[in-house]
Every structure is written in structure tokens, then in C-alpha cells.
Nanobody, 122 residues
Framework: VQLQASGGGLVQAGGSLRLSCAAS????????MGWFRQAPGKEREFVAA???????YYLDSVKGRFTISRDNAKNTMYLQMNSLKPEDTAVYYC?????????????????WGQGTQVTVSS
């Protein structure tokens, strides 16, 4: 499956952005989908994941601010990010896993998008 992330940009602290991840190639609904991010000088970290049935899991620091969702009919996943903080600044990557669980480790994800930059100014 091919993944294309979009929607990043520059926003002030407290603002919002919505990221999208468009998938093509194979049956989107069969994959667990996830968002990861990588800040400068840091390792890539898990942000959120969603199963085909809509069950979700989040990094503690984004709970209540970020919402992951998916539209299986449109082969697209979203990450609505509200109340953004400067520490949310990173390149955000979408990923797909053919496994059945809400994985938080990168190595469980088979396919990756190219990343989209999110910059939150203070």
C-alpha cells in the first residue's frame, strides 16, 4: 500500500491542524493505521493508532487534544490536532500495519508515508 501524508504547516500555539493520510494500492480497511512523529534530534515516536473498527489508542501527551479517525470508503486516515503546543513540532508520518493490534512500535508497521512538517510557534 502507498501512503501520502498531507496537511502540515505552521500554526501558533493553541491552534489546530488536520493531517490526512491517503492510501492506495491494497484494501485500506484491512490495516491498522498509525501516526508517528519525529522532532529534530529525537527518535520517532508513536502518536496514535486506529483499527478498522474505529478503536483507537493515543500517546498520553496528546490525549484530549488529538483525534485519530479514518474513512474506509475514502481510503483516508486523519489526525485532528487541537490546542497545539510548541513541543508538538515535528515531522508527522502515517503508517499502516497488516497486523491486528494497536501497535505503538515502528517495526510492526509495514508501510510508511513520506511525512509532513508541523511547526507550532510560541
Amino acid at each position: 500500500v502507498q501512503l501520502q501524508a498531507s496537511g502540515g504547516g505552521l500554526v501558533q500555539a493553541g491552534g489546530s491542524l488536520r493531517l490526512s493520510c491517503a492510501a492506495s494500492g491494497r484494501t485500506f480497511s484491512g490495516y491498522v493505521m498509525g501516526w508517528f512523529r519525529q522532532a529534530p534530534g529525537k527518535e520517532r515516536e508513536f502518536v496514535a493508532a486506529i483499527r478498522s473498527n474505529g478503536i483507537t489508542y493515543y500517546l498520553d501527551s496528546v490525549k484530549g487534544r488529538f483525534t485519530i479517525s479514518r474513512d474506509n470508503a475514502k481510503n483516508t486516515m486523519y489526525l485532528q490536532m487541537n490546542s497545539l503546543k510548541p513541543e508538538d513540532t515535528a515531522v508527522y508520518y502515517c503508517a499502516a500495519s497488516s497486523g491486528g493490534y494497536l501497535y505503538t512500535k515502528q517495526y510492526y508497521y509495514n508501510y510508511w508515508g513520506q511525512g509532513t512538517q508541523v511547526t507550532v510557534s510560541s
